[in-house]
């Protein structure tokens, strides 16, 4: 495919999933294969399944997404996405508890196509600041004694 189809397909696919909550384009745009990394997650998401299942969670976390796309630049089987997003959460996500809080988030999204297919996913953002906004951390830098725990937290779960 070319870079124009590519762009073409991947909003198509954020257009139908993540704007309109249409998870069956799934099926329809995603590899089985595909790949997703996601920001604050220690290991990717390997396989279609495994991505939609985490889809399905998070929509169901945050069901009223409202989304500005921002930019979108695409280079041979690459597509990358600039998003702004806000939504409120209804439902638990990470163990926390649904308080209704609204949480917003930019983003930096990028597909790569194989086949036709989207591949492989990297999503960035802040996970930190997303966490701030529901209350788990407090607001601004994160105590020392803190930092260290989720460090040392991080270092056992890569051993």
Not at 12 to 36: I, K, M, S
Not at 40 to 66: K, N, V
Not at 74 to 103: C, I, K, M, N
Request: charged share 20%; no cysteine.
């Amino acid at each position: 495919m070319t870079a124009e189809q590519n762009r073409a397909a991947a909003l198509e696919f954020f257009a139908q999933a993540w704007v309109g909550g249409d998870l069956t384009a799934y099926e329809r745009f995603v590899h089985p294969e595909q790949v997703l990394h996601l920001a604050g997650y220690p290991e990717p998401f390997e396989g279609r399944d495994a991505a939609l299942d985490w889809a399905r969670t998070y929509r169901s976390a945050f069901p009223d997404i409202d989304f500005t796309l921002e930019a979108v630049l695409a280079e041979d089987d690459h597509v990358a996405l600039r998003w702004s997003s806000s939504q409120t959460q209804r439902g638990p996500y990470l163990g926390v508890a649904p308080f209704g809080t609204r949480v917003t988030m930019t983003a930096l999204q990028m597909f790569r196509f194989s086949e036709g297919k989207i591949a492989e996913v990297w999503i960035m953002f802040d996970p930190l600041n997303v966490m701030q906004q529901l209350g788990v951390f407090p607001a601004g830098q994160l105590p020392r004694p803190l930092l260290a725990v989720i460090n040392t937290i991080r270092r056992f779960k890569r051993s």
